[in-house]
């Protein structure tokens, strides 16, 4: 197994699999109002069972290597997480996405988090094009994107029905060569 240090304050990425199912359903449980406000993830975790189904379905995804899935852990309590929601090689494009319990809010860990992503899918996997898709209402995770320096191409309207709402979903994007240029600058 491995752990990726996301800075000096005891917080880690490392994948998250079905042997973390009853880790992965309690964290859920503590954050399942609030992860829940715009995605359907705690929705698909509401026991043992469907949570190891949850993470069987991406580890499944891993080993076709169409998605992956990484849990952040801060001081050995799974806290929240990041993955490639798709992964295609061939066309060089895949899709991100975060999710964090609010008692880890404010600390940087998904801005973190999704630059080791990034630089993983770009660098190693040789994706050209990464997409971050977010509501127009969930201004974190808006403002993860322009943190990542990322550019707005558009809004899908009333795209994405839950819970009742059809929400306006946005569409960030950055491409291989803005990435590199931006990871240079920051040099």
Request: proline share 3%; net charge negative.
């Amino acid at each position: 197994m491995f752990a990726v240090s996301l800075g000096d304050d005891g917080a880690e990425l490392r994948p998250l699999e079905p042997w973390n199912a009853g880790e992965y359903l309690a964290h859920m449980d503590r954050g399942r109002e609030y992860i829940g406000r715009y995605v359907a993830l705690p929705d698909s975790a509401t026991d043992l069972t469907s949570a190891t189904a949850f993470l069987q379905m991406y580890a499944d995804k891993a080993a076709a290597d169409s998605g992956r899935l990484y849990g952040i852990w801060c001081d050995g309590v799974l806290v929240g997480g990041v993955l490639f929601r798709t992964f295609d090689v061939a066309f060089g494009s895949c899709e991100i996405g975060c999710w964090l319990e609010e008692s880890a809010v404010g600390r940087g860990l998904i801005t973190r988090a999704i630059r080791v992503l990034i630089d993983w899918a770009v660098e190693v996997r040789g994706m050209h094009r990464v997409e971050w898709i977010a509501s127009s209402a969930n201004t974190p995770s808006i403002n993860v994107a322009r943190r990542l320096g990322m550019v707005r191409e558009g809004v899908q309207r009333e795209s994405y029905p839950y819970r009742g709402v059809r929400h306006d979903m946005e569409v960030w994007t950055v491409l291989a060569p803005e990435w590199r240029r931006q990871r240079e600058t920051a040099r």
